[in-house]
């Protein structure tokens, strides 16, 4: 199984989350997943306005979900 990494947005002041991001890179490992959840929530904190994190108390939660991955045969030749 491979996994996807969504990142949220989130405010502790009333626990809702409000942005999501959802990356283009798939991993091979729920372990390689999670090592960049964090790695992205800091740079994602990093990227925005102190200020802004203060006063709404922002925080990034993310997800690594797990996506099947479908193997199609090809198809016969017609003979």
């Known amino acids: 199984m491979k996994y996807v990494l ?8 009333d626990n ?3 942005e999501s991001t959802i990356t283009s890179h798939e991993y091979p490992t729920y372990y390689d997943c999670a090592l ?3 790695k992205l929530s800091h740079n994602t904190l990093m990227n925005l306005d102190p200020g802004r994190i203060e006063e709404q108390q922002l925080a990034v939660k993310y997800e690594c979900r797990g996506v099947k ?3 199609i045969p090809p198809q016969k030749p017609n003979v």
Not at 6 to 13: D, P
Request: contains cysteine; neutral net charge; aromatic residues 18%.
């Open 6 to 13: 969504i990142l949220y947005l989130c405010s502790m002041l």
């Open 16 to 18: 809702s989350c409000f």
């Open 36 to 38: 960049s959840g964090y």
């Open 69 to 71: 991955v479908n193997i």
